[in-house]
């Protein structure tokens, strides 16, 4: 068996303890309470389905390597569906699952050095980075080192489980904010002043029912510190979060109560006490150094028209390695390439496939993305024609990567007990709807962001698409028809987060069309240069309703008192949730 080049994460110690806590469980000696929260810190979740598993897998800003790819294969395999699931959090989840296989699936992503653990839970959960952070052109510098060392500082840290609600953490590599740090918890932004590298701190900012943006806490902080205000703002979380009341227990809710002003100033006092202790230091690791394969140059490989719309849809460019220059006369250099995967699905083939991509072509390492997709760093131009071969035998070398057809969806009601839609049913109906019409891949109205969730907590992220949803239900003639919130405009740019207005409520086997309906919108009232961003935060929500008509207004048929992808009757089916985003 290979061993992985990259850091450990697991420690077989904490299966060994869930074993044992699993144990005492099943012999009476704790409570369904206690054990509820213990085995969600340790990655397991309940799901809609009686005695069914969902395990979430820990993937500290989205990197992995063909090791820990070749386990999550062999884990979906043996007591899974056959493939995993990347979450808008940079991880992999597995539904169904039996608890008697957790073990098992447990000591085989350990051999990897993967862990399950704080990937849940009340807890310090797994730390996101914009998947270029380190080949990006343009980001002053490298974050992932930053956020490998927070990562480790929080993984099992005696507080990191036991806090209020969960708690996340985000690494930005620019002003750009593509890791979206408006929206955690805490939130650390790379900016280099006077030579320095440092951090724009942000705090308090989250999704769910009740979006905010999150407070500035430094405009700059240097590297050196992040640690230390890591621990305070954790501490400060552990000693104010709302116990009593979960809905209102994240970290937004006690900035909410405290006020900027206030917060800032207990976060002083706290931080005081972590400085006077020396605690929160961090050991950087130095940074993940993969050599780049050499180039893989296939006679065969044809540089089709389909390859180079795949092209000129998945490369990016790229920084070249230290202390070399990309030759103009033969074409090398490095570029990035997008993998883009259905709803964020992966089967155990396509990942046994990218394991072996990403060890030939690239650095040996990929990084999954926070919209769902992949990327593999460091592929010698010259092995592209090669590379889009290779992709393509996995049915991987998909079009409109990053277009309004690749839409973000939460698992939404096919495993989720907070789910009121089937999220994922939807989200696909609207690229069907967009490849069938032949809209929404080229042109400006590309670039349109779409987010689905199944319920308003906003798994899927809507608050912050151009055009987003929730689903929920509507009473019409005394029958509950699944209907979804148009939430428009939202977004997260170098101002910070901007939450979607609430415009209108579409039955859910007409959303499709509303789609393709507000992309025409776009296409038709735009001003020249207006990207859709710009536009759907300004457009008026009633014109919108207009341009919608009878989408909005005519009354349901018999058929659309069905959820997408169902022929029976829609019936909500709501539980105690246990969040599974």
């Known amino acids: 068996m290979s061993t992985s080049t990259l850091p450990r994460f697991s420690d077989p110690r904490d299966i060994d303890e869930f074993v044992a806590t699993l144990e005492g469980f099943e012999r009476g000696d704790i409570g369904p309470d206690e054990f509820r ?23 500290p800003f989205g990197r992995i390597d063909d090791v820990g ?19 808008t959090r940079q991880n992999v989840q597995l539904h169904f699952v039996d608890m008697e296989n957790v073990e098992a699936l447990m000591r085989r992503l350990d051999e990897a050095g993967l862990t399950t653990r704080e990937a849940c839970g009340n807890s310090v959960r797994s730390v996101t980075a914009c998947e270029l952070a380190e080949v990006c052109a343009t980001a002053p510098f490298d974050v992932s080192p930053y956020a490998e060392a927070i990562t480790r500082h929080f993984l099992r840290h005696p507080l990191a489980a036991s806090l209020p609600r969960k708690f996340k953490i ?40 009740s979006p905010r943006n999150a407070l500035v806490l430094h405009e700059w902080a240097p590297a050196a510190e992040i640690g230390r205000i890591g621990e305070a703002i954790v501490r400060l979380f552990h000693r ?74 998945s490369v990016v460019a790229q920084k070249t390695p230290q202390g070399a220059a990309p030759d103009a006369e033969r074409g090398d250099g490095h570029v990035a390439v997008y993998v883009r995967l259905l709803l964020g699905d992966v089967t155990s083939a396509q990942m046994r496939a ?23 760093p460091w592929v010698d131009k010259r092995s592209l024609p090669a590379l889009f071969a290779r992709l393509s035998a996995v049915d991987l070398a998909r079009l409109d990567l990053h277009t309004a057809r690749d839409v973000t969806s939460c698992q939404g009601a096919d495993t989720c007990n907070l789910a009121v839609t089937s999220s994922r049913a939807v989200a696909r109906a609207i690229t069907d709807k967009l490849e069938a019409e032949g809209i929404g891949a080229e042109g400006d109205a590309a670039k349109t962001l779409i987010k689905v969730s199944g319920c308003p907590n906003s798994c899927g992220q809507h608050h912050i698409a151009d055009l987003g949803f929730h689903g929920g239900a509507k009473n019409v003639g005394g029958q509950a028809v699944p209907v979804y919130q148009l939430h428009l405009g939202g977004g997260v740019d170098p101002r910070g987060a901007r939450f979607g207005r609430q415009v209108v409520k579409i039955i859910a086997r007409r959303v499709p069309d509303a789609v393709a309906a507000l992309l025409r919108l776009y296409d038709a009232e735009r001003t020249p240069g207006e990207a859709p961003a710009a536009f ?46």
């Not at 970290?251 to 929160?280: C, N, P, Q, S």
Request: charged share 25%; glycine share 12%; with cysteine.
């Open 170 to 209: 985000a690494f930005s590599g620019c002003a750009n904010d593509c890791a979206k740090a408006a929206i955690h918890d805490l939130g650390f932004v790379a900016e280099v002043r006077g030579g320095e590298k440092g951090f724009r701190v942000v705090a308090g900012g989250g999704l769910s029912s």
């Open 37 to 59: 929260a213990f085995r969600l810190v340790r990655g397991v979740y309940g799901q809609r389905q009686e005695r069914q598993q969902m395990i979430r897998v820990k993937i």
């Open 354 to 376: 990218l394991g072996k991509i990403a060890r030939e072509f690239g650095d040996g390492t990929v990084r999954l993305t926070i919209d769902q997709n992949v990327l593999v």
């Open 240 to 313: 104010l979060g709302n116990r009593e009341n979960r809905a209102r227990a994240r970290m937004k809710y006690v900035l909410k109560k405290l006020g900027d002003d206030g917060f800032r100033a207990t976060y002083a006092e706290i931080r005081a006490e972590v400085d006077a202790e020396a605690a929160g230091e961090l050991a950087v690791p130095v940074p993940f150094a993969g050599a780049p394969a050499a180039p893989v140059i296939d006679d065969d490989a044809k540089r089709t028209p389909a390859y180079l719309a795949w092209r000129a849809s």
């Open 536 to 581: 759907f935060e300004r457009v008026d929500g009633k014109r919108v309703v207009a341009a919608l008509g009878d989408i909005v207004t005519a009354p349901p048929t018999s058929e659309e008192a069905a959820d997408v992808g169902e022929s029976a009757g829609f019936l909500v089916q709501t539980g105690a949730g246990e969040c599974a985003a």
């Open 69 to 87: 790819l070749d386990a999550l294969a062999d884990v979906a395999d043996r007591w899974s569906r056959g493939f995993g699931h990347v979450t």
